[in-house]
């Protein structure tokens, strides 16, 4: 069936998912701290993952406030973090500090290395990666798929920073946009890429203890603070594991159609279509708050049937 719901001029997306989530703007139209924002002083614990002493991170309330957090306990710039891990040192993406992080983790981040130019050759359309951001400007290899054009590159690991394609810089640039602009290159044809590797220590020995994951910690009744690359943050109950799972299976549906993956962009559209009742009207919804992303109806309609089945379970 397709959907007819879909044609009419919107204002800006940004704007319209910033009154959704109840952030108001402030004069020129920057934000201003939610009233929803933690009241209360929250205090984190990080280190460097290629290793140092553990540094105290507070006073935060947006994703860029953080980073220049975390940097400024080590005093190094905000732009030599690539991203940060929760609970482990490792280069996991499974680990990684999306949009929330709960008030028990621990974070790792991961300042910049070697960098290093590669050029690969483009046999096929699809390379075989994944590819996010740490929704600071800095753009990344999540996953590589076994086979894959990539994987034939050694150089290329998970966890390299793409800063350059064909010699045009990427940094500030979303994932969606670094994988639209990889998929566009032409078949046949070689390609360079300028990559920067995490900072690595000879040896990695155990922490302070981190506790448990994110994921270890569903449904246990803690709290998380949700962060944005805009806007503030504010402090929430740990989702249902029902609402957990079929977030997971949005992001799925994600990297699938578009070959990212956004826990935060996911989330958005379990929420804008939590309350619809037909795919229809979660089109309508998803051009109001995601309009700039233009999704195939065939890609909402899968996410459509995964929010379907939660709210069946009960959220």
Known sequence: MP???????KAKSKEIAGRMEGEPTGAGGGRVLASSAPAHKLIFH????????????????????LYAKIAGAFEISPSEILYCTLNTPRV???????????LQDFMFAHVKGIKK???????????????????????????????GVIDSVKTICVGDHIESINGENIVGWRHYDVAKKLKELKKEELFTMTLIEPKKAFEIGPRSKAGKSSEEKIGCGRGTL????????????VPSETKAKAIEKIDDVLELYLGIRDIDLATTMFEAGKDKVNPDEFA?????????????????????????DAKRRGL
């Open 3 to 9: 959907l007819r719901l879909r044609g009419k001029k």
């Open 46 to 65: 990080a280190q460097l993952a290629h290793g140092s002493a553990t540094g105290r991170v507070e006073g935060f309330s947006s994703i860029q406030e």
């Open 92 to 102: 996991d993406m499974e680990r990684l500090l999306g949009g929330q992080l709960g």
């Open 117 to 147: 130019e590669v050029n690969v050759y483009k046999s096929e359309d699809s390379l075989g990666l994944t590819i996010t951001d740490n929704g600071v400007g800095y753009a990344f290899i999540k996953r590589i798929k076994d086979g």
């Open 226 to 237: 949700r962060l944005r690359s805009k806007g503030p943050a504010t402090l929430e109950e």
């Open 284 to 308: 309508v919804a998803l051009d109001e708050t995601l309009g700039d992303f233009a999704f195939p109806d065939e890609f909402v309609f899968d996410v459509w049937g995964v929010i379907g």
